[in-house]
């Protein structure tokens, strides 16, 4: 059975750094990729990879950086500067051929940004 263990939220305050892991288990995906979701709102796209491209959402560039060890099958999210408008549960996100494309999720990790 397909597994993606999330790690690495909690409390900072705005300004702080936090960086996020997400290990995946039983396969390899060809994209890997950070969602958030704020209370009230909707999930959004942070981050994603794909083989040597990465994208991001416009609210987090020059902020925020996606990286993957693919030896570990393991995608980081390492965010800088960070803002009280960051505070949201970030989730995981892995997509590949060998899994027919299909969306797999993390279980969400808290991340806080007091002012």
């Known amino acids: 059975q397909v597994q993606l263990v999330e790690s690495g939220g909690g409390l900072v305050q705005a300004g702080g750094s936090l960086r996020l892991s997400c290990a995946a288990f039983r396969s390899v995906f060809e994209i890997m990729a950070w969602y958030r979701q704020a209370p009230g709102k909707q999930r959004e796209l942070v981050a994603a990879s794909r083989g040597g491209s990465t994208n991001y959402a416009d609210s987090v560039k020059d902020r925020f950086t996606i990286s993957r060890d693919n030896a570990k099958n393991t995608v980081y999210l390492q965010m800088n500067s960070l803002k009280p408008e960051d505070t949201a549960v970030y989730y995981c996100?892995?997509?590949?051929?060998?899994?027919?494309?299909?969306?797999?999720w993390g279980q969400g990790t808290q991340v806080t940004v007091s002012s």
């Open positions: 996100n892995a997509r590949g051929s060998t899994t027919g494309w299909r969306d797999y």
